[in-house]
């Protein structure tokens, strides 16, 4: 059986005399196991030979066809036509992959994304005598990283990350799981200096946890889990000095207290109380949290059963 696809392919020829993006839309006949791949190959090479787009092995394995699909990061090769066909029988929006810089129609630049795997020093720093054979590790040691090492830098989670939307600085959650395949492995002896670094401006803590990353990586790699485990890890060496730490820490202390999280005092936990820039910064808001009514009570009332919100922290951390 064959279907009937409509695809509508943003389009980008930086070679135009005025350059500039744009729709365009092609009508194809596929086979009902049809990959996205599988049409957009139809494309090129039956009815738009200038249609550019990047693929290699069509197995998900080398990551090169990772693309939007109705606004979502995919791999074009193993995603199924009829999975992402709108059943109110709109085009399939097909688009380059987001955060990164355009090519040519489908075909982004990898530059941003090598240059933030390059800065968390993506390699073993061992120390010490060097062995006679292989660095040794035991197995119990590294199967927590049997996942992250599954990572085919398919750019994905970088194309959907909601933070390197507004902040380019920001590392991002492919390089952040990059380090956390270090910062985890027992024969790096710089740990401690790895975690230092990522507590720094653009890391670890400027993940806003919106899971966007875990949702579209085709290989089940958890950047985010990654970056939660290595935030632990940072408070653990002692890294505990940031805004990101506190804020995280003052969190936990609030509803772990107080049975809920009183949103008066996280900022103030978070920045200190003497801290004027920033209390100066967040005065808009309070103003405008008061005028609607916002602002919780400088005394809330006691929450009942407080004393089981406490027994769950004493569990969670004893399991620690």
Not at 145 to 160: E, P, Q
Request: glycine share 8%; net charge positive.
């Amino acid at each position: 059986m064959t279907m009937d696809v409509t695809l509508n392919v943003k389009r980008y020829n930086p070679d135009a005399a005025k350059p500039a993006s744009y729709n365009q839309e092609y009508r194809i006949d596929l086979e009902d196991g049809s990959s996205l791949l599988d049409g957009l190959i139809k494309v090129r090479e039956e009815m738009d030979g200038t249609l550019a787009l990047r693929c290699s092995c069509r197995s998900a394995i080398c990551g090169s066809c990772a693309m939007r699909v109705n606004g979502r990061a995919v791999l074009a090769c193993n995603t199924k036509m009829k999975d992402v066909m709108p059943k109110d029988g709109s085009p399939v929006k097909v688009e380059p992959a987001g955060n990164m810089g355009v090519v040519k129609d489908l075909i982004v630049n990898f530059d941003v994304f090598w240059g933030k795997i390059k800065a968390v020093k993506p390699w073993l720093q061992p120390e010490g005598p060097v062995p006679q054979g292989e660095y040794l590790a035991p197995n119990e040691a590294m199967l927590h990283l049997a996942g992250v090492m599954g990572c085919i830098m398919c750019g994905a989670c970088v194309s959907d990350c909601t933070v390197l939307e507004v902040d380019k600085n920001f590392l991002g959650p492919a390089a952040l799981a990059k380090a956390y395949r270090f910062v985890g492995d027992p024969r790096d002896a710089h740990e401690k200096d790895r975690l230092k670094d990522l507590t720094k401006y653009g890391g670890m803590w400027d993940c806003t946890r919106c899971m966007q990353c875990v949702q579209v990586c085709p290989k089940g790699v958890d950047p985010m889990g990654r970056i939660m485990k290595m935030r632990d890890k940072a408070l653990a060496a002692g890294y505990n000095n940031t805004y990101g730490a506190r804020h995280a820490l003052a969190f936990t202390d609030l509803v772990r207290h107080g049975g809920h999280l009183d949103e008066l005092r996280l900022p103030i936990k978070t920045f200190g109380i003497f801290n004027v820039k920033e209390m100066l910064k967040l005065a808009p808001i309070g103003m405008r949290s008061q005028m609607v009514g916002k602002v919780p009570p400088l005394f809330p009332k006691p929450i009942p059963g407080i004393q089981n919100v406490r027994r769950i922290f004493e569990k969670v951390e004893a399991k620690r």
